[in-house]
């Protein structure tokens, strides 16, 4: 199943001085990306990435199950200073397949 995973840093994960910026940047942030990147080779993360100019991540990940998803996601260490919103998404192929089906039904319905 593909979830559409969108991370942003809290208000209060925000660093607020310079030291508290390296902490964020050496303990959170550097080693979240080399587990995406880790994700993104092992086709977890299927597209997405941070993005530019902001604390952000938006990734398309393609999992088994929400409770895998979970996982993965908890096991970021920036994921504790982010706001997470997860969405499923559904494949074009079961979208059609399930219109189409809808479509027949109402076909057969006398008008």
């Known amino acids: 199943m593909y979830y559409l995973v969108?991370?942003?840093?809290?208000?209060?994960?925000?660093?607020?001085?310079?030291?508290?910026?390296?902490?964020?940047i050496e303990q959170y942030v550097l080693p979240s990306m080399e587990i995406c990147k880790k994700l993104e080779m092992d086709k977890k993360i299927v597209s997405g990435g941070p993005i530019a100019g902001s604390m952000e991540f938006v990734m398309v990940f393609d999992v088994e199950s929400i409770t895998e998803l979970d996982n993965l996601l908890e096991g970021l260490p920036?994921?504790?200073?982010?706001?997470?919103?997860?969405?499923?998404?559904?494949?074009?192929?079961?979208?059609?397949?399930?219109i189409r089906?809808?479509?027949?039904?109402?076909?057969k319905r006398p008008a």
Do not use: C, N, Y
């Open 6 to 24: 969108e991370m942003k840093v809290t208000d209060g994960g925000r660093p607020t001085t310079t030291a508290e910026g390296f902490v964020f």
């Open 78 to 98: 920036i994921w504790v200073r982010m706001h997470t919103s997860v969405r499923q998404l559904v494949r074009f192929e079961d979208r059609i397949s399930h």
């Open 101 to 107: 089906s809808r479509l027949e039904g109402m076909r």
